[in-house]
């Protein structure tokens, strides 16, 4: 998605009235998210081969496209003659507060890290970077990492994921589980926030 897209207008679709007054645009609409994540489960049953995974998806930001991604790849799966089988565990990072990346990282959950990936955003790619250095000393066979967004952010910490679905501008969004100091994340669609919404939820 080019610096220069202007988005949708908020008019074409629906979301929750506590946020009307608070967004800017539609960045991505909720269903071209959806069809996409589709695309990259395929892709990753490709790379998969008859490995089993185990998803580790990163909390909160990332439940949406993981569980999304996830059921993608259980029918991609039934509907074929390959069964992958699948675990599902979680891990929680913090980092940001407002809208800016902070320096600690906090890591909560997931009793046993010898695991692989699913999350939401990679902006920094800070927050990735400290995980993959705490999953990588369990020695797992393969770890890949799914994200949904890219940001093309000033400040990049030269990591790529292997598999994502929007190289978006440096902007901060909200919405499908993306938050905002906690709110935003009952928004289907991929949002930007005017400086009223930033203001009404600043901490
Ligand atoms: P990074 O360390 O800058 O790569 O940030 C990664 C984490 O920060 C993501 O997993 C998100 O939870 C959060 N984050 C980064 N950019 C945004 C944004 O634009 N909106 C909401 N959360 C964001
Ligand atoms: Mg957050």
């Known amino acids: 998605i080019s610096d220069n897209w202007p ?3 908020l008019d074409l679709f629906t979301y929750p009235q506590h946020y ?8 991505i609409p909720h269903g071209i998210i959806v069809d996409r994540t589709e695309r990259l489960a395929k892709d990753i049953m490709q790379d998969i081969g008859d490995n089993d995974i185990v998803v580790l998806c990163v ?13 993608h790849i259980k029918n991609l799966s039934r509907n074929s003659e390959r069964f992958i089988s699948m675990k599902v565990d979680f891990v929680r990072l913090k ?7 902070m320096q600690d990282m906090q890591i909560m959950g997931a009793d046993d890290l010898s695991k692989l990936t699913g999350k939401d955003i990679v902006g920094t790619g800070r927050t990735m970077k400290v995980l993959l250095n705490n999953i990588e ?6 770890i890949k990492v799914a994200s949904l967004l890219v940001k093309r952010t000033s400040r ?10 929007f190289e978006i501008p440096d902007l901060f969004v909200v919405g499908y589980a993306l938050d905002y100091n906690e709110h935003f994340r009952d928004l289907n669609h991929i949002c930007v926030i005017n400086d009223h919404g930033k203001a009404k939820y600043r901490v």
Do not use: I, T
């Not at 909390?59 to 059921?71: I, P, Q, R, S, T």
């Open 7 to 9: 988005g949708y207008s």
């Open 20 to 27: 009307y007054g608070d967004l800017e645009y539609v960045l």
């Open 59 to 71: 909390l909160k930001g990332g439940y949406k496209f993981c569980a999304d991604l996830v059921e």
């Open 95 to 101: 980092s940001y507060h407002n809208d800016q990346s």
């Open 137 to 142: 000393k369990y020695k797992p066979k393969m």
């Open 156 to 165: 990049p910490d030269g990591y790529r994921p292997d598999y994502y679905g």
